[in-house]
């Protein structure tokens, strides 16, 4: 079984930055293996892409909403992800999750269908 614990997540003024980590543990569990991914989901809507990155870090890809402003990295001594995020806007509010899948894909998935494990997901709210 996988854990996957977010945090980083707060209240933050428009243009403000967070930055989200992810740490993931598990028994026999191999981080290097996986790929990684981010996700949010905002009040009465579905759950979206932000951003991912393939399991040796050689990949990423961004929604566009983000693209420019959000990066995410991996550490894979430490077991852990992180989303930096930058300039952030009211429209960046949601709870975001971090999402692992058991593949060394040579490109991010951004469907979260695709994903096999979750964590519980982080806050964010960006006040205007």
């Known amino acids: 079984q996988v854990q996957l614990v977010e945090s980083g997540g707060g209240l933050v003024q428009a243009g403000g930055s967070l930055r989200l980590s992810c740490v993931a543990s598990g028994s026999g569990f191999y981080f290097s293996n996986y790929a990684m991914g981010w996700f949010r989901q905002a009040p009465g809507k579905g759950r979206e892409f932000v951003a991912g990155i393939t399991w040796n870090g050689g990949s990423s890809a961004y929604a566009d909403s983000v693209k420019g402003r959000f990066t995410i990295s991996r550490d894979n001594a430490k077991n852990t992800v992180y989303l930096q995020m930058n300039s952030l806007k009211p429209e960046d509010t949601a709870v975001y999750y971090c999402?692992?899948?058991?593949?060394?894909?040579?490109?991010?998935?951004?469907?979260?269908?695709?994903?096999?494990?979750w964590g519980q997901g982080t806050p964010v709210t960006v006040s205007s």
């Open positions: 999402a692992a899948e058991n593949r060394r894909r040579i490109a991010v998935v951004r469907s979260y269908e695709t994903y096999d494990y």
